[in-house]
């Protein structure tokens, strides 16, 4: 249920951490690299890693200008982040370490930031009087429904995150439990699923949700 703890120069550190760190790092390698090889030499008809790039990019970019309306250029690229950085955390467990998607804090982290966006958003549009009017619609005897209902939104969003992909890694980890020594094959097609179109479903479910949440609040 809990990762490990480790300690690293006298400090207990949970492994959520460190493996979220390693994430991080090995993703700004990989930002780096493209800055300084394909970004330095794009051209006008893309080709290669210059049209994987920009696919990717038109593809986010249209998918949140689709679901939240308005939001400009800087939303696109906080979604981009965190489908990185979720994949990213899923990848590890390819690798046998425990993803950082499978705790509960990190997964409460990620809706928190959904939160902040929310209200964000919603109140960048509507103001802050506008925001409150907005969970008395359509009338205030549901406000208080309307900010339970508000305050849930991350809790619901991380427990869903955290069971599923908690759920695919024990799922992982019982296959080698029962196969013992002839754990070979059937544990890595599984594991192809759990590790890596289980999390990608799961990523688009929460991107979207986000999504969704922003554009009720701006609407």
């Given at each position: 249920m809990w990762p490990?703890?480790?300690?690293?120069?006298?400090?207990s550190l949970s492994v959520t951490i460190i493996y979220t760190w390693f994430?991080?790092?090995i993703l700004v390698c990989v930002a780096l690299l493209l800055r300084f090889t394909?970004?330095?030499h794009f051209e006008e008809l893309p080709g290669g890693a210059q049209n994987m790039l920009e696919t990717?990019?038109?593809t986010v970019g249209k998918y949140t200008g689709d679901l939240a309306h308005g939001t400009g250029e800087f939303l696109c690229s906080y979604i981009l982040t965190i489908i990185?950085?979720?994949m990213a955390s899923a990848f590890l467990e390819l690798f046998r370490l425990r993803p950082p998607t499978a705790d509960i804090t990190m997964t409460f982290s990620l809706a928190f930031m959904t939160f902040i966006m929310i209200n964000g958003y919603g109140i960048k549009k509507k103001g802050v009087i506008g925001r409150l009017r907005t969970l008395a619609s359509p009338t205030p005897a549901v406000f208080l429904f309307r900010l339970i209902a508000e305050l849930a939104i991350p809790v619901s969003m991380a427990c869903r995150l955290f069971g599923n992909m908690l759920g695919g890694m024990i799922v992982v980890d019982?296959?080698?439990m029962a196969l013992g020594s002839n754990a070979v094959g059937i544990p890595s097609v599984a594991?192809?699923?759990?590790?890596v179109a289980h999390p990608m479903m799961q990523t688009f479910i929460f991107v979207t949700l986000?999504?969704?949440?922003?554009?009720e609040a701006i609407e």
């Open positions: 490990e703890r480790v300690d690293v120069f006298g400090v994430a991080m790092v394909v970004l330095r990717i990019v038109e990185v950085l979720m019982l296959l080698y594991g192809l699923y759990f590790n986000t999504l969704t949440f922003i554009n």
